[in-house]
């Protein structure tokens, strides 16, 4: 068996295109200026971070967003951070605020940055990572206003692909609040922004102390890998015929590899993202699309 290749890229540029509509749509609906705006707060210069950042400008503009960036010192205070959040915050004309994580281990004064702080200050009406407490709330409640980005993005991808995931078994590997958790929140809810066809699955949630992972990955009807850890999860880890979604994007010798042994893999699951180009790109999409959810919610009058 050879997997289908599930393509994030295409997926993606189809939400980005819908995107773009969804804001001409609004624009002549509302009979006057929409002008969605998400601005991305960098501090330093990591390279990798200023890399992700150009990209989500690019990506805005090409879906008619304007694409702001606000740059820090490598050295900036905490309190300069807090500031330019809270200048953000009051400012009419933005309408998705983006803190570029992780922030630098020298900066933030002589305890480091308090990143939760600096999370917890954007107004959630903003926050279109949803990392707010009240934006995770609400997803936990099944009542979601903004859908963090990356699970979104995978949801995104299995209904585009027809996969249903109702009553199976999904094993999502890795418990960060950015992926783990509210990927496996998102499939269990009886719900989903796609259907009940992507949710409704029994989740497990497996970390670095689960016993035996193989054995737990192997019972998987589908295997999302959010781990950190280069081509971690092997062939013999994966049932045959399972989905596989690899979300880890690690460097190895220059080149990009997943949390999935790409290769061996493919010989054993019915579907499986490729890493670069399946769900890197949607992420970025599902930050447009929330963007625009933003500008929307912000508006001094509902829409028509
Ligand atoms: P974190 O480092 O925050 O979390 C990693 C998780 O994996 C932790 O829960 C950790 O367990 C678990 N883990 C680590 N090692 C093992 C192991 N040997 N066995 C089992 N579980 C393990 O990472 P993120 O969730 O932020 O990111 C995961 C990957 O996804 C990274 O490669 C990242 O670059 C990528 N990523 C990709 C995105 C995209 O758009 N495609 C977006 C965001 C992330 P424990 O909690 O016990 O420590």
Redesign the pocket.
């Known amino acids: 068996m050879t997997a289908e290749i599930l393509d994030g890229k295409r997926i993606a540029a189809e939400i980005r295109a819908e995107v773009a509509e969804e804001v001409e749509k609004t624009r002549f609906a509302l009979k006057r200026p929409f002008h969605p705006c998400l601005v991305a707060v960098l501090v330093g210069e990591d390279p990798a971070s200023q890399v992700y950042v150009r990209n989500k400008q690019r990506a805005c503009e090409k879906a008619g967003i304007e694409g702001r960036t606000h740059r820090l010192p490598v050295d900036a205070t905490q309190q300069q951070l807090m500031d330019l959040v809270q200048q953000l915050n009051e400012d009419p004309s933005v309408h998705g605020i983006l803190v570029q994580l992780p922030l630098p281990k020298t900066g933030g004064g002589d305890s480091g940055f308090d990143e939760r702080a600096v999370l917890d200050a954007i107004d959630p009406l903003k926050d279109v990572d949803a990392f707010s407490p009240v934006n995770v709330g609400l997803l936990m409640q099944g009542r979601a206003r903004f859908l963090p980005c990356?699970p979104h993005?995978i949801v995104q991808l299995l209904h585009r692909s027809q996969i249903s995931v109702a009553g199976k078994h999904v094993v999502v590997?890795?418990?960060?609040d950015?992926?783990?958790k509210p990927m496996a929140m998102m499939l269990a809810q009886r719900n989903s922004s796609c259907g009940r066809d992507v949710a409704n699955a029994t989740v497990t949630i497996?970390?670095?102390?689960?016993e035996d992972?193989g054995a737990m990955c192997r019972s998987a009807d589908c295997l999302i890998a959010?781990?950190?850890?280069p081509e971690?999860i092997q062939g013999d880890m994966i049932k045959p015929g399972a989905v596989v979604i690899d979300?880890?994007?690690?460097r190895v010798d220059g080149r990009l590899v997943g949390?999935v042994a790409f290769e061996q893999a493919k010989q054993v699951a019915s579907a499986i993202t490729p890493v670069p180009g399946g769900?890197?790109p949607l992420?970025i999409a599902m930050l447009l699309h929330n963007t625009v959810l933003a500008a929307k919610l912000q508006l001094p009058s509902t829409l028509p």
């Open positions: 990356t993005g590997v890795g418990r960060s950015i992926v783990g497996a970390h670095s102390r689960t992972l959010a781990v950190g850890v971690m979300v880890g994007i690690n949390d769900v890197g992420t």
